[in-house]
Protein backbone atom coordinates (compact mmCIF):
# COMPACT_ATOMS: atom_id res chain seq x y z
CA UNK A 1 0.00 0.00 0.00
CA UNK A 2 1.46 3.17 -1.16
CA UNK A 3 1.94 5.92 1.53
CA UNK A 4 -0.35 9.04 1.41
CA UNK A 5 0.81 12.36 3.66
CA UNK A 6 -1.08 13.30 6.61
CA UNK A 7 -0.73 16.23 9.08
CA UNK A 8 -2.50 15.41 12.89
CA UNK A 9 -3.03 18.46 15.21
CA UNK A 10 -4.16 17.81 18.99
CA UNK A 11 -2.94 14.33 18.39
CA UNK A 12 -2.74 13.09 22.29
CA UNK A 13 -1.98 9.63 22.76
CA UNK A 14 -1.98 8.74 18.99
CA UNK A 15 -5.16 6.64 18.61
CA UNK A 16 -6.08 8.86 15.50
CA UNK A 17 -2.84 9.04 13.97
CA UNK A 18 -1.85 5.16 14.44
CA UNK A 19 -5.30 4.20 12.65
CA UNK A 20 -4.49 6.41 9.97
CA UNK A 21 -0.67 4.86 9.53
CA UNK A 22 -2.34 1.89 9.20
CA UNK A 23 -5.05 3.05 6.61
CA UNK A 24 -1.90 4.40 4.47
CA UNK A 25 -0.99 7.97 5.80
CA UNK A 26 2.38 8.84 6.54
CA UNK A 27 2.28 11.68 9.40
CA UNK A 28 4.49 14.51 8.41
CA UNK A 29 3.94 16.40 11.56
CA UNK A 30 2.09 15.77 14.55
CA UNK A 31 1.19 18.59 17.46
CA UNK A 32 0.22 18.30 20.68
CA UNK A 33 0.71 20.71 23.62
CA UNK A 34 0.70 17.87 26.17
CA UNK A 35 4.58 17.22 27.29
CA UNK A 36 3.37 13.67 28.30
CA UNK A 37 1.04 12.53 24.96
CA UNK A 38 4.34 13.88 23.17
CA UNK A 39 6.55 11.43 24.90
CA UNK A 40 4.15 8.81 23.97
CA UNK A 41 3.90 9.61 20.26
CA UNK A 42 8.02 9.14 20.56
CA UNK A 43 8.08 6.53 22.16
CA UNK A 44 5.82 4.36 19.79
CA UNK A 45 6.96 5.96 16.86
CA UNK A 46 10.51 7.39 17.04
CA UNK A 47 10.21 7.91 13.43
CA UNK A 48 7.43 10.02 13.53
CA UNK A 49 8.08 14.31 13.70
CA UNK A 50 6.44 15.59 17.14
CA UNK A 51 5.61 19.03 17.84
CA UNK A 52 5.13 20.37 21.71
CA UNK A 53 2.96 22.93 21.30
CA UNK A 54 -0.71 24.61 21.39
CA UNK A 55 -2.72 24.57 18.11
CA UNK A 56 -3.68 27.96 19.10
CA UNK A 57 0.12 29.29 19.05
CA UNK A 58 1.55 26.98 15.80
CA UNK A 59 2.48 28.65 13.04
CA UNK A 60 2.42 26.57 9.44
CA UNK A 61 4.90 29.14 7.72
CA UNK A 62 7.82 27.53 9.82
CA UNK A 63 7.19 24.23 8.79
CA UNK A 64 6.78 24.01 4.89
CA UNK A 65 6.57 19.84 4.55
CA UNK A 66 3.84 20.48 5.80
CA UNK A 67 1.65 21.88 2.59
CA UNK A 68 -0.26 20.42 0.17
CA UNK A 69 -0.64 17.46 2.09
CA UNK A 70 -3.09 14.78 1.18
CA UNK A 71 -4.69 14.47 4.39
CA UNK A 72 -5.32 17.21 7.71
CA UNK A 73 -6.73 15.27 10.58
CA UNK A 74 -7.78 16.50 14.18
CA UNK A 75 -8.56 14.59 17.25
CA UNK A 76 -9.88 17.23 19.34
CA UNK A 77 -10.56 18.00 23.11
CA UNK A 78 -14.17 17.58 23.23
CA UNK A 79 -16.60 20.52 23.05
CA UNK A 80 -19.26 20.42 25.92
CA UNK A 81 -22.24 18.82 24.12
CA UNK A 82 -24.39 20.11 27.13
CA UNK A 83 -23.39 23.60 26.98
CA UNK A 84 -25.01 26.37 25.81
CA UNK A 85 -23.17 28.35 22.64
CA UNK A 86 -22.99 31.57 24.09
CA UNK A 87 -21.17 29.75 27.04
CA UNK A 88 -19.21 27.60 24.33
CA UNK A 89 -18.08 30.47 22.11
CA UNK A 90 -15.64 31.45 24.80
CA UNK A 91 -13.73 27.88 25.42
CA UNK A 92 -10.66 26.48 24.00
CA UNK A 93 -12.68 23.83 22.82
CA UNK A 94 -14.43 25.96 20.22
CA UNK A 95 -11.18 27.79 19.32
CA UNK A 96 -9.22 24.62 18.54
CA UNK A 97 -11.88 23.65 16.38
CA UNK A 98 -12.27 26.83 14.38
CA UNK A 99 -8.14 27.04 14.39
CA UNK A 100 -8.01 23.51 12.54
CA UNK A 101 -10.49 24.88 10.25
CA UNK A 102 -8.14 28.17 9.36
CA UNK A 103 -5.29 25.52 9.16
CA UNK A 104 -7.01 23.67 6.63
CA UNK A 105 -6.82 27.41 4.74
CA UNK A 106 -3.06 27.25 4.94
CA UNK A 107 -1.99 23.87 4.30
CA UNK A 108 -4.64 23.31 1.50
CA UNK A 109 -4.94 19.64 2.39
CA UNK A 110 -7.08 17.20 -0.43
CA UNK A 111 -9.03 16.13 2.57
CA UNK A 112 -9.77 17.16 6.09
CA UNK A 113 -11.17 14.94 8.97
CA UNK A 114 -12.28 16.38 12.39
CA UNK A 115 -13.28 14.14 15.06
CA UNK A 116 -15.39 15.33 18.19
CA UNK A 117 -18.52 14.87 20.44
CA UNK A 118 -21.69 13.25 18.36
CA UNK A 119 -23.41 16.26 19.25
CA UNK A 120 -21.54 18.84 17.12
CA UNK A 121 -22.92 16.47 14.27
CA UNK A 122 -26.46 18.24 14.36
CA UNK A 123 -27.46 19.33 17.85
CA UNK A 124 -29.28 22.49 17.46
CA UNK A 125 -27.27 24.48 19.87
CA UNK A 126 -24.13 23.64 17.65
CA UNK A 127 -25.77 25.24 14.58
CA UNK A 128 -23.81 28.41 14.82
CA UNK A 129 -20.29 26.71 14.77
CA UNK A 130 -21.39 24.00 11.93
CA UNK A 131 -22.19 27.34 9.76
CA UNK A 132 -18.55 28.81 10.68
CA UNK A 133 -17.56 25.69 9.34
CA UNK A 134 -19.65 25.75 6.61
CA UNK A 135 -18.66 28.86 5.33
CA UNK A 136 -15.31 28.64 5.52
CA UNK A 137 -14.58 25.43 3.93
CA UNK A 138 -16.84 26.37 1.07
CA UNK A 139 -14.91 29.66 0.32
CA UNK A 140 -11.95 26.89 0.21
CA UNK A 141 -13.37 24.84 -1.95
CA UNK A 142 -14.35 21.93 0.04
CA UNK A 143 -17.37 19.62 -0.10
CA UNK A 144 -18.21 18.01 3.36
CA UNK A 145 -20.09 15.68 5.78
CA UNK A 146 -20.77 15.33 9.18
CA UNK A 147 -22.02 11.66 10.23
CA UNK A 148 -21.87 9.40 13.55
CA UNK A 149 -20.05 6.24 13.84
CA UNK A 150 -19.90 3.66 16.77
CA UNK A 151 -16.50 2.40 17.72
CA UNK A 152 -18.46 -0.69 18.76
CA UNK A 153 -19.46 -1.30 15.23
CA UNK A 154 -15.37 -1.80 14.19
CA UNK A 155 -14.58 -4.41 16.76
CA UNK A 156 -13.97 -1.86 19.58
CA UNK A 157 -15.52 -3.58 22.76
CA UNK A 158 -17.35 -0.38 23.96
CA UNK A 159 -20.25 1.71 23.05
CA UNK A 160 -18.36 5.01 21.90
CA UNK A 161 -20.15 7.64 19.54
CA UNK A 162 -18.38 9.64 17.51
CA UNK A 163 -19.14 12.67 15.61
CA UNK A 164 -17.19 13.06 12.62
CA UNK A 165 -16.79 16.14 10.02
CA UNK A 166 -14.54 15.04 6.37
CA UNK A 167 -14.11 17.52 4.33
CA UNK A 168 -12.76 16.76 0.57
CA UNK A 169 -11.80 18.61 -2.69
CA UNK A 170 -14.82 18.87 -4.86
CA UNK A 171 -13.22 16.34 -7.39
CA UNK A 172 -13.33 13.91 -4.64
CA UNK A 173 -15.71 14.08 -2.45
CA UNK A 174 -18.72 12.26 -4.55
CA UNK A 175 -16.17 9.38 -4.46
CA UNK A 176 -16.75 9.57 -0.48
CA UNK A 177 -18.65 6.93 1.33
CA UNK A 178 -18.49 6.93 5.34
CA UNK A 179 -16.81 3.79 6.17
CA UNK A 180 -19.03 0.39 7.00
CA UNK A 181 -19.20 -1.75 10.25
CA UNK A 182 -16.30 -4.18 10.16
CA UNK A 183 -18.30 -6.72 12.37
CA UNK A 184 -21.42 -8.32 12.75
CA UNK A 185 -21.23 -8.95 16.60
CA UNK A 186 -20.15 -6.79 18.92
CA UNK A 187 -16.75 -7.55 21.27
CA UNK A 188 -17.91 -8.16 24.33
CA UNK A 189 -15.62 -6.77 27.69
CA UNK A 190 -15.31 -9.69 28.61
CA UNK A 191 -14.12 -11.22 25.62
CA UNK A 192 -11.75 -8.73 25.47
CA UNK A 193 -9.97 -8.57 28.71
CA UNK A 194 -10.77 -12.26 29.92
CA UNK A 195 -6.81 -13.31 29.00
CA UNK A 196 -5.61 -10.31 30.90
CA UNK A 197 -7.74 -10.48 33.73
CA UNK A 198 -6.42 -14.03 33.74
CA UNK A 199 -2.59 -13.18 33.57
CA UNK A 200 -2.01 -13.24 37.76
CA UNK A 201 -3.21 -16.58 38.51
CA UNK A 202 -7.09 -15.44 38.89
CA UNK A 203 -9.01 -18.53 39.44
CA UNK A 204 -12.51 -16.16 38.83
CA UNK A 205 -11.03 -14.52 35.42
CA UNK A 206 -13.64 -16.75 33.62
CA UNK A 207 -16.62 -16.55 35.36
CA UNK A 208 -16.35 -12.88 35.48
CA UNK A 209 -16.00 -12.71 31.62
CA UNK A 210 -18.60 -14.85 31.34
CA UNK A 211 -21.02 -12.12 32.46
CA UNK A 212 -19.32 -9.26 31.23
CA UNK A 213 -21.13 -9.72 27.71
CA UNK A 214 -22.07 -6.45 26.71
CA UNK A 215 -19.75 -3.69 25.29
CA UNK A 216 -17.87 -1.05 28.33
CA UNK A 217 -19.73 2.18 28.35
CA UNK A 218 -17.46 5.00 26.89
CA UNK A 219 -14.50 5.58 28.58
CA UNK A 220 -13.90 9.27 29.83
CA UNK A 221 -10.40 10.61 30.09
CA UNK A 222 -11.67 13.39 32.84
CA UNK A 223 -10.21 17.14 33.15
CA UNK A 224 -6.77 17.75 34.19
CA UNK A 225 -8.19 19.89 36.95
CA UNK A 226 -10.46 16.49 38.43
CA UNK A 227 -8.37 14.43 40.59
CA UNK A 228 -7.20 10.73 40.17
CA UNK A 229 -8.35 8.46 37.29
CA UNK A 230 -11.65 6.65 37.70
CA UNK A 231 -13.64 5.57 34.73
CA UNK A 232 -16.61 8.36 34.46
CA UNK A 233 -19.62 9.95 36.33
CA UNK A 234 -22.14 8.46 37.95
CA UNK A 235 -24.44 6.30 35.18
CA UNK A 236 -21.00 5.48 34.12
CA UNK A 237 -20.05 3.92 37.11
CA UNK A 238 -23.05 1.52 37.56
CA UNK A 239 -23.11 0.51 34.24
CA UNK A 240 -19.45 -0.75 35.42
CA UNK A 241 -21.03 -2.29 38.37
CA UNK A 242 -23.56 -4.14 36.52
CA UNK A 243 -20.78 -6.09 35.40
CA UNK A 244 -18.78 -6.51 38.42
CA UNK A 245 -16.40 -3.83 37.88
CA UNK A 246 -14.99 -1.00 40.05
CA UNK A 247 -15.30 1.90 38.06
CA UNK A 248 -14.61 4.57 40.63
CA UNK A 249 -10.42 4.00 40.02
CA UNK A 250 -8.35 2.17 38.12
CA UNK A 251 -6.20 -0.33 39.17
CA UNK A 252 -2.30 -0.86 39.21
CA UNK A 253 -2.18 -4.71 38.67
CA UNK A 254 -4.69 -7.08 37.24
CA UNK A 255 -6.09 -9.32 39.98
CA UNK A 256 -4.18 -11.29 42.18
CA UNK A 257 -4.67 -15.61 42.66
CA UNK A 258 -6.04 -15.13 45.99
CA UNK A 259 -8.90 -12.21 44.95
CA UNK A 260 -12.22 -13.14 46.18
CA UNK A 261 -14.83 -11.59 43.21
CA UNK A 262 -17.89 -10.61 45.18
CA UNK A 263 -19.82 -7.53 43.67
CA UNK A 264 -22.76 -8.04 45.74
CA UNK A 265 -20.44 -7.62 48.56
CA UNK A 266 -20.08 -3.91 47.10
CA UNK A 267 -17.03 -2.07 45.73
CA UNK A 268 -14.45 -4.09 48.00
CA UNK A 269 -15.70 -7.17 46.05
CA UNK A 270 -15.53 -5.54 42.43
CA UNK A 271 -12.84 -6.36 40.23
CA UNK A 272 -10.94 -3.26 38.62
CA UNK A 273 -9.18 -2.79 35.11
CA UNK A 274 -5.93 -1.51 34.60
CA UNK A 275 -4.83 1.25 32.23
CA UNK A 276 -3.43 -1.61 30.17
CA UNK A 277 -6.87 -2.81 29.76
CA UNK A 278 -8.59 0.43 29.35
CA UNK A 279 -6.23 0.77 26.33
CA UNK A 280 -7.96 -2.93 24.99
CA UNK A 281 -11.39 -1.13 25.60
CA UNK A 282 -10.26 1.77 23.25
CA UNK A 283 -8.98 -0.50 20.49
CA UNK A 284 -5.44 0.23 21.14
CA UNK A 285 -2.81 -2.78 20.18
CA UNK A 286 -1.33 -4.07 23.38
CA UNK A 287 2.55 -3.12 22.46
CA UNK A 288 1.38 0.72 22.09
CA UNK A 289 2.62 2.11 25.20
CA UNK A 290 1.54 5.21 27.71
CA UNK A 291 3.86 7.62 28.82
CA UNK A 292 3.18 9.01 32.93
CA UNK A 293 1.87 7.84 35.93
CA UNK A 294 -1.07 6.01 36.20
CA UNK A 295 -3.86 9.13 35.65
CA UNK A 296 -1.75 10.66 33.05
CA UNK A 297 -1.72 7.43 31.08
CA UNK A 298 -5.60 6.77 32.31
CA UNK A 299 -6.41 10.25 30.78
CA UNK A 300 -4.46 10.03 27.36
CA UNK A 301 -6.39 6.61 26.92
CA UNK A 302 -10.09 8.00 27.89
CA UNK A 303 -9.37 11.11 25.71
CA UNK A 304 -7.84 9.21 22.73
CA UNK A 305 -9.87 7.83 19.10
CA UNK A 306 -10.20 4.59 18.89
CA UNK A 307 -7.58 3.42 16.03
CA UNK A 308 -9.39 0.84 14.32
CA UNK A 309 -12.46 3.61 13.66
CA UNK A 310 -9.59 5.39 12.58
CA UNK A 311 -8.06 2.54 10.23
CA UNK A 312 -11.80 2.28 8.79
CA UNK A 313 -12.20 6.14 8.20
CA UNK A 314 -8.61 6.33 6.53
CA UNK A 315 -9.37 3.93 4.29
CA UNK A 316 -12.77 5.37 2.97
CA UNK A 317 -11.09 8.61 2.31
CA UNK A 318 -8.28 6.64 0.64
CA UNK A 319 -10.23 5.11 -1.80
CA UNK A 320 -12.24 8.66 -2.63
CA UNK A 321 -8.73 10.67 -3.07
CA UNK A 322 -7.84 7.32 -5.68
CA UNK A 323 -11.42 6.99 -7.23
CA UNK A 324 -11.12 9.26 -10.50
CA UNK A 325 -14.26 11.97 -10.60
CA UNK A 326 -14.97 12.27 -14.27
CA UNK A 327 -17.20 15.17 -13.77
CA UNK A 328 -18.05 17.27 -10.67
CA UNK A 329 -19.27 20.73 -10.75
CA UNK A 330 -16.83 21.02 -13.77
CA UNK A 331 -14.10 19.33 -12.47
CA UNK A 332 -12.03 16.50 -14.32
CA UNK A 333 -9.85 13.97 -12.46
CA UNK A 334 -6.72 13.16 -12.58
CA UNK A 335 -4.79 9.73 -12.36
Known amino acids: MSELRSVDVCSGAGGLALG ?24 NRPAWQVLETDLLDFTPSRHQEIYDVDLLSAG ?17 E ?33 EP ?16 RWFLLNAADFGVPQDRKQGLLV ?24 QAL ?21 VAPTLVGGSDSRGGADLGPTGTKKAWARMGVDGGTVADNVPSPDFAWAPETGRQG ?47 IRSALATPATSVAGYTSTP
Open 167 to 190: ALRKQYFDAFRPPEPTVREHLSVG
Open 194 to 214: RSSMAMGGWRDADRWAAQAIG
Open 76 to 92: LPRVKSSATVARTETGA
Open 94 to 126: LRLLEATVYLAHAVQPRALVIENVPGLVGAPEF
Open 129 to 144: VRDLIRKELDHLGYRF
Open 270 to 316: MVRITTDQAALLQGFPSDWGFSGKKTARYRQIGHASPPPVARALGLA
Open 20 to 43: LEQAGFEPLLLLDKKAVACDTLRR
